[in-house]
């Protein structure tokens, strides 16, 4: 079955950068997409990318995409203590009805000062 | 344009009561998606809806939940005979369509059940 794996943890200092790993399974994906979970809240989408794509650049948002080895990256330049969050990885695999989003466990990022 | 609003934010429920968690999609948004959160868990789908038809229950409990999505009003996630494995956050997301359309996620209702 569809499965999209994390790291858990992640712990960096401010004014470095961070990157957030993910692996999924299905390689007939055709959307890959990160959110942002900040505590009590709801998610919110960062960026996704499509996965004819390999890279997409946003302010200090950069995701990577290797398709070959199913493996999408998540990478924040100058890191602030405002990033610290959980960061979701999803995908939409190709079988799904609709768009029913398949997450991971989440990656908490803390971020020292 | 108000983002998907769900209410109750929070909501406390004895064992063996009935929950019922309110979902109002964004306008034009004619689907709707549940996910549950468990603790310290990612999300996992449970329902997705479009108006009057439920597409999708794969994620469902076979048992004791049930979804609706009337032609009026909020889509409502019905738990009944509440256990204390129910406790979760239960997020709600809409999007205008199929393909990859990016799907809007509302504020989440945190359920404890007592």
């Known amino acids: 079955g569809e499965d999209v794996e994390q790291s858990l943890f992640l712990s960096v200092r401010e004014g470095d950068s961070s990157v957030i790993n993910c692996t999924y399974t299905?390689?007939?994906?055709?959307?890959l997409y990160w959110y942002k979970q900040e505590p009590g809240a709801g998610l919110q989408l960062l960026t996704y990318i499509f996965s004819n794509m390999d890279m997409k650049q946003d302010q200090r948002l950069t995701v990577l995409l290797n398709k070959k080895d199913k493996h999408l990256s998540l990478r924040i330049a100058d890191t602030q203590t405002g990033d610290s969050a959980i960061y979701f990885c999803?995908?939409?695999?190709?079988?799904?009805?609709?768009?029913?989003?398949?997450f991971g466990k989440g990656t908490t990022l803390s971020v020292s000062s | 344009n108000a983002g998907v609003m769900q209410n109750p934010r929070h909501l406390v429920r004895r064992r063996g009561q009935e929950a019922r968690l309110r979902c109002s999609p964004m306008k034009g948004h004619s689907h709707v998606y549940w996910y549950r959160q468990l603790p310290e868990e990612g999300l996992k789908f449970m329902v997705y809806l479009q108006k009057e038809n439920i597409i999708d229950e794969s994620g469902m409990p076979k048992e004791r939940f049930s979804a609706e999505f009337p032609k009026e009003g909020p889509s409502i996630l019905r738990i009944q005979q509440v256990v204390r494995g129910d406790s979760a956050a239960y997020f709600c997301?809409?999007?205008?369509?199929?393909?990859?359309?990016?799907?809007?996620f509302g504020q989440g209702t945190r359920l404890t059940v007592v």
């Open positions: 999803a995908e939409i695999p190709a079988n799904q009805a609709g768009t029913a989003l398949i």
């Open positions: 997301a809409s999007s205008t369509g199929t393909g990859g359309t990016e799907a809007f």
């Open positions: 299905d390689s007939s994906s055709t959307y």
